[in-house]
């Protein structure tokens, strides 16, 4: 059974920081291309980074490049989105995904406020 | 970035009822389309792949179809487990986008 399990999500000040994981199983990991995507409460889904199987090539949303970074540890079976420089803006649920079309497979996300 | 408009943003319909939603990229994306169904709560839930390709375990009575800047996603007879929302994201190029979202919801 392929499992996705986001964590790290919580409540942060306005200019913090916050490290989101991802833990993958049940399949070969350093196979799939692998995607965040976030959720603004009651609005729809918005792209916010991919990364290859290797990690060797990283892709942003305009509204996160340069604050937000994506990577991978294939040995451990995860994914990580490191987020700094967060605004009230950036609120969401956060889930992680196989960028794989078709059979992709999704967590069940981790939420995230960014509040003072 | 491309930009994915669709249309509408909500829709009122029946059981039984026929339905269509449209994707338009702002340019052409061959067909790199995907539509999504999502619940209250839920993960997105991937149904139509390659503009027009059935996802596994998928019911046959959702469709797609388009190529180029135009797509649509029908359901060709609604049932009760139907009603979501429903999301294209074009997968030509990075970075990915998504459309606005259309809200299916019982008439």
């Known amino acids: 059974e392929v499992q996705l399990l986001e964590s790290g999500g919580g409540l942060v000040q306005p200019g913090g920081s916050l490290r989101l994981s991802c833990a993958v199983s049940?399949?070969?990991?350093?196979?799939?291309?692998m995607s965040w995507v976030r959720q603004a409460p009651g609005k729809g889904l918005e792209w916010v980074s991919a990364?290859?199987?290797?990690?060797?090539?990283?892709f942003y949303a305009d509204s996160v490049k340069g604050r937000f970074t994506i990577s991978r540890d294939n040995s451990n079976k995860t994914l990580y989105l490191q987020m700094n420089s967060l605004r009230v803006e950036d609120t969401a649920v956060y889930y992680c995904?196989?960028?794989?079309?078709?059979?992709?497979?999704w967590g069940q996300g981790t939420p995230v406020t960014v509040s003072s | 970035a491309i930009q994915m408009t669709q249309s509408p943003s909500s829709l009122s319909a029946s059981v039984g009822d026929r339905v269509t939603i449209t994707c338009r990229a702002s340019?052409?994306?061959?067909?790199?389309l995907a539509w999504y169904q999502q619940k209250p709560g839920k993960a997105p839930k991937l149904l139509i792949y390659?503009?027009?390709k059935l996802q596994s375990a998928v019911p046959s009575r959702f469709s797609g179809s388009g190529s180029g800047t135009e797509f649509t996603l029908t359901i060709s007879s609604l049932q009760p487990e139907d009603f979501a929302t429903f999301y294209c994201?074009?997968?030509?190029?990075?970075?990915?986008?998504f459309g606005q979202g259309t809200k299916l919801e019982i008439k």
């Open positions: 995904a196989t960028d794989t079309r078709p059979g992709d497979y």
């Open positions: 049940g399949i070969i990991f350093k196979t799939y291309a």
């Open positions: 990364i290859t199987g290797s990690g060797t090539s990283t």
């Open positions: 340019q052409g994306i061959s067909n790199d």
């Open positions: 390659a503009a027009s």
């Open positions: 994201l074009q997968d030509y190029n990075y970075p990915y986008t």
